[in-house]
T-cell receptor, first 113, second 113 residues
Framework: AQSVTQPDIHITVSEGASLELRCNYS??????LFWYVQSPGQGLQLLLK??????LVQGIKGFEAEFKRSQSSFNLRKPSVHWSDAAEYFC???????????FGGGTRLMVKP | DTAVSQTPKYLVTQMGNDKSIKCEQN?????MYWYKQDSKKFLKIMFS???????INETVPNRFSPKSPDKAHLNLHINSLELGDSAVYFC????????????FGPGTRLTVL
């Protein structure tokens, strides 16, 4: 069965600093990988996704992620964090059967002024 | 226009009761989902449903059942509520296919006393 690990439960960065959120997955086949963001009291919004091709994918809000098969990782990055980026971030792996997503435990990002 | 809506937003009830949460999407999607987010923010797929099949996460108790009166609605029925059912429940929808973005509703916070 597939699984996703986000090693960092909380991360605090200063506004304007760079950000990297870690994600490791376990899946037997070529993974379908996603990053979602959840603002307080809200549902989830897709930031970006990877299926194949270029291993560096661009998403919304200035985020990007890099797929590294050798490390089973799909880390999310942003060069300069804004205060509005404070939220919970979820990495997920998807399977074709039922389009079902398996989520990691999430990383809460806090941004210092 | 709200893409995926859920009612009610909050639901407080006693142990042993039966309750329903409604979900509607106006995106014309053919696949809908229910997710459960527990108090530690861990997000787990419960069901995936389209007009072809229902896929159930094997960890979901059979007290939970999805009901779809039409393509735009997927309601969640819960029988004999237990304390451990307290969580936030999210509905989502997408076009069929794992590559398609899932759009999430705002969530329903269920509290079982």
């Amino acid at each position: 069965a597939q699984s996703v690990t986000q090693p960092d439960i909380h991360i605090t960065v200063s506004e304007g600093a760079s950000l990297e959120l870690r994600c490791n997955y376990s899946y037997g086949a070529t993974p379908y990988l996603f990053w979602y963001v959840q603002s307080p009291g809200q549902g989830l919004q897709l930031l970006l996704k990877y299926f194949s091709g270029d291993t560096l994918v661009q998403g919304i809000k200035g985020f990007e992620a890099e797929f590294k098969r050798s490390q089973s990782s799909f880390n999310l990055r942003k060069p300069s964090v804004h205060w509005s980026d404070a939220a919970e971030y979820f990495c997920a792996v998807g399977v074709r059967a039922g389009n079902m997503l398996t989520f990691g435990g999430g990383t809460r990002l806090m941004v210092k002024p | 226009d709200t893409a995926v809506s859920q009612t009610p937003k909050y639901l407080v009830t006693q142990m042993g009761n039966d309750k329903s949460i409604k979900c509607e999407q106006n995106l014309g999607h053919d696949t809908m989902y229910w997710y459960k987010q527990d108090s530690k923010k861990f997000l787990k797929i419960m069901f995936s449903y389209n007009n072809k099949e229902l896929i159930i996460n094997e960890t979901v108790p059979n007290r939970f059942s999805p009901k779809s009166p039409d393509k735009a609605h997927l309601n969640l029925h819960i029988n004999s509520l237990e304390l451990g059912d307290s969580a936030v429940y999210f509905c989502a929808s997408s076009q069929d296919g794992i590559r398609n973005e899932q759009f999430f509703g705002p969530g329903t916070r269920l509290t079982v006393l």
